[in-house]
């Protein structure tokens, strides 16, 4: 599979939300704004539950559809568990790895985030991995040191060139369904300090090409600001994925602050 290309990209964690009718006209109401995206990649990531609904409702479109997490077996005895081959099957590109919600509630290590990231890439498809410190962590200024540990655990041993199949999602755990968000100038920090480290392990072209969304409270407003830094590629958005003229306000925003930027 080759690698994906750099641009706009703007991802709706749906969390554990909506019923089916509920997830089908939501994304239809997405679909029908699509062709306002113009090269923004846009992509739903649904509960496991309506996968298939909002598969049925995107087809034909170029809204693109995710999973919010995934075990590493293909298959067997693991009650509760969906795997890779499974989330392919159901119409997946693209798949969450390592959520903070997923570390923090159901206790995600990063040495699972990285098994994860290697069954996800085997099956063909794209992990979102989700790094980002804890409030406490920023506040004893151990930011960068924590991302790097989540890089390094998570993306170790990978096979050769699947870096540009992965995209990281930096996401200040404080700032995660809180209302705050990360100022444009704090997010471009970590933002350039990641691309710096995949440029330090892969090399000036896996970096120069590397898709590093920003998440954490992302709304309309803010949207636009924080694209208009050079290293801040798009967006994971929670909450607001869920009210579709704030969702597509968004990705319009990113797009504006995009063609100013190049
Ligand atoms: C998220 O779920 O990844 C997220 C960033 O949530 P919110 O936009 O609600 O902060």
């Known amino acids: 599979m ?22 089908r006209a939501l994304a239809r109401k997405v679909v029908e704004a699509g062709p306002d995206f113009g090269e923004c990649t846009i992509v739903l990531f649904p509960p496991f539950t309506a996968l298939g609904t909002v598969a049925g409702a995107i087809a034909g479109s170029a809204v693109g559809l995710g999973a919010q997490d995934l075990f590493w077996e293909d298959q067997g005895a693991y009650t509760g568990e969906v795997s890779a081959p499974m989330l392919r099957d159901a119409g997946c590109t693209y798949v969450l790895v390592g959520h903070s919600e997923r570390r923090q509630l159901f206790g995600e290590t990063d040495g699972t985030v990285n098994r994860k990231i290697k069954a996800a890439l085997k099956a063909g498809l794209s992990p979102i991995v989700c790094v980002g410190e804890t409030l406490a962590e920023r506040d004893g200024g151990r930011t960068l040191d924590r991302i790097d540990d989540q890089l390094a655990l998570g993306l170790a041993d990978l096979p050769t060139g699947e ?30 300090h990641i691309r710096g480290r995949i440029r330090e392990s892969y090399g000036n072209e896996s970096a120069a090409c590397a898709i590093i969304l920003y998440g954490g409270s992302v709304k309309p407003a803010n949207s636009y600001p924080l694209f208009r830094e050079k290293n801040i590629d798009g967006y994971l958005v929670g909450g607001a994925s869920l009210d579709a003229g704030g969702f597509v306000d968004i990705a319009r925003e990113a797009l504006r602050a995009c063609r100013e930027k190049t």
Do not use: C, D
């Open 2 to 23: 080759s690698s994906l290309k750099r641009g706009p990209f703007v991802a709706g964690n749906w969390k554990m939300n909506l019923g089916l009718g509920e997830a």
């Open 163 to 192: 870096i540009g199949r992965i995209i990281i999602a930096y996401e200040p755990v404080w700032a995660i369904g809180t209302g705050r968000t990360a100022s444009p100038g704090q997010a471009e920090e970590v933002h350039a």
